[in-house]
């Protein structure tokens, strides 16, 4: 089992918990839940197999991951109630996903041979567009587009260390390891502490430029 | 003319009809009837072609089935109004599309010799994306989502059949039929008798586990 | 550098910089103006390129696409305060991308040989998906679902334009400025002087038909 392989395992696991916990603020069936925890399981990864041409997409070649998804929803459609605020336990179990999934996205695209700039969007993308698609189809406003926090910027500080690490010293494990421990501390930092980067703020247009 | 053909027609017209209702809901013009129309009949279909690595999308290879649902969103755009309740009516010719498309889905991962797990999953997002993507862009609430209905849980019922018949029985065809009345079934029975699956209710964390 | 290239690369600035409004809108950071404007700019056309099974999607053959998309973005983040409605500029601006990104469909289409209705689709979709994928990802109401205004319909007579250019004269690239033109000038004649298409308007049902 490769790197690779466990870091896909692992993205679609806490992914699914997220998306559970999100079908059970919607107050869905068992099979609501397991289909909102699978979509949110290999959304991201889909995209990027599709957009990369993979021969075939991960979850169909291997269905186990769809699997491991439904058990992460069941746990979660009997155990949610025992949490106290299942907003902070999706943010947080979310944060664990992107800094899983950005690395498995960022690894398929160095073993496809890609270059830097397919490299960080494939890591970028495989971390947020399941989030995304959770989102959306649950109608709760995009973790992307939560005003003040670094998510995507994680994401792509995370892609960008990768690239550096693979490229100055070598080993890709190493690289992937460094992308999900700065992914990870950046969007941990940024719901702890409130590190942010400087939104748009619109003023009144200036009279001379 | 096969069997999956004319399942892949019959869901076209059946999902083209409720795509052009709620664009009638949302007061669209023609041309806005013609996409959410089309988008609803070949939505499910597409993803899965996407999924399954086929060569081409069904509806690429043959533009007719598009004319199909161009038809049916005319229909509606000259008669809508002479229906009496179109939410009702959406729900139950949904209702029909999903018994329709849910085999459909099933038939073609069969086909491509695909495993227990995909062919349900194939089944299941043929028969519920083209109806979420019609829901998500005119904003409605995904029947997916629905409280306290069956949707996910009649197609999944329904693939399971499918499958039981086919390695128990054989026929294809046949599998396919059962999968079509358990889906319709199941669904029917819970908008008309409420049949449904326990929903997740959140409760006050326990003290003890 | 051919004229299909042009088109696509003109596009994907002009949808960046819509997106990049959106995100102004929704006063996200500058990753966030990033994802947006490279999710608008790209989109309608990743769309294509999966359903016609190019061998590899544009901007993954060509990743300056997404760096044109991401000079946009930059840009608005620095400049958007400057304009006095942000509304009225993004509607503007996509009817120019509208009107850009309609032909670059239609052409490669055309190129791959496909029939009339297969063009006329690919047409709109990459002309309507971008802004439709910002739309729902930003919860805008979609343009495409704009009660009263050609949009839709500006890109199906842009398209229908072109295959009749093409057929009856035969110069492409004709066929694709002429499309440009009649998607810009519907679209356009539509905001400024309220052009439109009879919507659907419920009637109470009547007695007898």
């Excluded at 990369?52 to 979660?76: D, K, M, S």
């Excluded at 179990?93 to 041979?113: K, R, S």
């Excluded at 940024?190 to 980067?197: I, Q």
């Amino acid at each position: 089992m490769t790197l690779l392989v466990v870091l896909d395992y692992l993205s679609v696991f806490i992914f699914a918990l997220t998306g559970a916990l999100v079908a059970s603020r919607a107050q869905l069936d068992l099979l609501g839940f397991l289909f909102i925890a699978s979509l949110t399981a290999v959304g991201g990864g889909t995209v990027r197999d599709l957009l990369v041409n993979r021969e075939v997409v991960f979850w169909i070649a291997n269905p186990w991951y769809i699997g491991t998804a439904c058990v992460a929803a069941v746990l979660v459609f009997f155990t949610a109630h025992l949490l106290e605020n299942r907003r902070r336990a999706i943010d947080w179990l979310d944060a664990g996903a992107l800094a899983v999934a950005v690395p498995a996205g960022v690894g398929v695209a160095l073993n496809l041979g890609h270059g830097p700039a397919v490299v960080v969007i494939m890591g970028m993308m495989t971390g947020a567009f399941g989030g995304l698609m959770r989102d959306v189809v649950c109608n709760e406003v995009p973790l992307v587009l939560r005003q003040g926090e670094l998510y995507l910027s994680a994401a792509f500080a995370g892609a960008l260390v990768a690239l550096a690490v693979r490229f100055a010293i070598g080993p890709t494990p190493l690289a992937l390891l460094a992308c999900a421990v700065v992914t990870f501390l950046l969007r941990a930092g940024s719901m702890a502490f409130g590190w942010k980067l400087p939104v748009y703020k619109s003023r009144p247009p200036r009279n001379r430029m």
